[in-house]
């Protein structure tokens, strides 16, 4: 590959070059978030003398990393160093005006970064669109309710990345004007805020929220309880001096333990809201950066009304989430049955994922009603809420793993829009031989709405059009609709 070297509003930058695609790796869009910056609001980025280069992978920001089995699923490097605030951006042509595709990584807000594998997006740039991929704080540095700290510094954080996007792109070959922002899970979940978030508005034109919408975000209150807990854990005020005597990796230790115990402790009501969500860093409600719950303030205001979107879900979310650590064949449908009550939901309700399930054991009844509530329904809300234009899409491709008892599971369908299927990681979660043919129909879908505003088939509308992606692709009208109307009034 031969190099290339553009010039900045931050100075002089150095990138690869080859196959059509030029790629510019680590490029900070705000200083390193530590010293007198931590648990700050994001500083604007930085300037340099000279040539910088941009040719390796920057630093990933802390976090707590997976464990056995997701981590056998997951790929999750770690980059040291504390310039962790930057982006990786790919273009086809660093003197073009291409549309922009702004990638936010997943990871329940507390892992997740720019350096997993399959977030290149060369094949975006292929295609003739400007991916940029980016960094944001997680857990505790970028989410934690603290004193003397702004809240949401994570959310700050993506805001801060896309006036970077607003204001430098051009020099990459990108048109500030034609922005897509888009994530996965936690990802999806920090579109839908953006989208109600008055700090972003004008900041991009069309959202893609893949497993995620706009209902997963706590109050301050909870965000406050979690805080004193994480404080008392260490012996320290929850105040941005009581935090920052806590070495980086002690305080992520401390994190680590306190979700556990959040996780443990959850089912008894101790910990309030999170017994349903169980994200204890995540998002708040602070009446400023995150004024409402995005879902209502979306409703309510119109905020991002005039915003394309395109959301959906995989068939068995949640199935990534039992089946690997051994819990779906033990299940009983007496225990659904306490679950959909704990939703709020009737216990009767069960029987419609009978019916619609016929065959399924107790445990696929689990990962059907935990998939509808955690985020198809939330995606079909957000839907239903605008006015605007917005196109639904269902994975439904099943991975091979675990005697294909994983199924079309979280996270599965990321390798296939990112067309990224070649890269050695896929096969942890897709199993072996994925099928290629999904990934050029899912990957040109996304082209063409951050190019079009259209994946290339009907908005949801009153006819409620949903794309299946799978071996047999194809539209299908208002699929589930029983299992749906479970949940009208509910969530």
């Not at 690997?324 to 033990?330: D, E, F, K, M, Q």
């Amino acid at each position: 590959m031969d190099t290339i070297t553009v010039d900045t509003p931050q100075g002089q930058v150095r990138g690869r070059t080859g196959a059509g695609v030029t790629s510019f790796l680590g490029v900070p869009y705000a200083e390193a978030p530590f010293g007198p910056r931590r648990f700050q609001a994001p500083s604007p980025p930085p300037t340099w003398d000279g040539v910088r280069d941009a040719l390796e992978l920057g630093a990933t920001v802390p976090k707590v990393g997976y464990r056995p089995p997701t981590s056998e699923i997951l790929s999750e490097p770690v980059v040291p160093g504390e310039d962790c605030l930057n982006v990786n951006i790919f273009t086809p042509d660093a003197g073009g005006s291409a549309p922009v595709f702004v990638w936010i990584h997943g990871g329940a807000f507390v892992n997740g970064s720019n350096a997993i594998p399959t977030y290149d997006g060369s094949a975006f740039a292929r295609d003739g669109v400007v991916a940029v991929v980016i960094n944001y704080r997680l857990g505790v540095d970028g989410f934690a309710s603290i004193d003397g700290a702004p809240a949401n510094r994570g959310m700050l954080d993506q805001v801060a990345a896309l006036e970077w996007v607003r204001d430098h792109i051009a020099a990459y070959g990108g048109d500030p004007a034609r922005v897509t922002i888009a994530g996965e899970s936690a990802g999806a979940m920090s579109v839908g805020t953006l989208m109600s978030m008055p700090r972003a508005e004008g900041l991009f034109q069309r959202a893609i929220l893949q497993s995620g919408a706009g209902h997963h975000v706590i109050t301050a209150e909870t965000a406050a309880t979690v805080s004193a807990a994480l404080a008392a854990s260490l012996g320290v005020e929850a105040t941005a001096d009581g935090f920052g005597s806590v070495s980086v990796d002690a305080l992520v230790d401390a994190q680590r333990d306190l979700s556990d115990r959040i996780a443990a402790e959850a089912p008894t009501g101790a910990w309030g809201e999170l017994a349903l969500n169980v994200m204890a860093f995540e998002p708040c409600i602070d009446g400023d950066v995150v004024p409402a719950l995005p879902f209502s303030r979306i409703i309510s205001d119109g905020a991002s009304a005039q915003v394309d979107v395109l959301i959906g879900t995989t068939s068995e979310e949640h199935a990534f989430f039992i089946v690997p650590a051994g819990i779906v064949s033990h299940l009983t449908e007496d225990y659904v049955k306490m679950v959909l009550a704990g939703y709020r939901a009737d216990p009767s309700a069960l029987d419609r994922y009978r019916e619609q399930l016929p065959d399924a054991s107790a445990g696929e009844l689990m990962i059907a009603v935990m998939t509808d509530w955690f985020f198809r329904i939330p995606a079909t809300r957000l839907v239903e809420a605008r006015s605007g234009n917005a196109f639904v899409y269902e994975f439904t491709w099943r991975s091979s793993l675990f005697d294909g008892a994983l199924g079309a599971c979280h996270a599965l369908e990321i390798p296939f829009v990112f067309d990224m299927l070649h890269k050695p990681e896929t096969a942890r979660i897709t199993g072996p031989n994925p099928p290629q043919k999904v990934a050029d129909e899912m990957h040109r879908a996304w082209i063409d709405f951050v190019r079009d505003g259209s994946p290339g088939w009907d908005s949801y509308g009153s006819d409620r059009a949903v794309m299946m992606f799978g071996d047999e692709p194809g539209v299908v009208l208002d699929p589930r609709s029983a299992t749906r109307e479970v949940w009208d009034g509910v969530r």
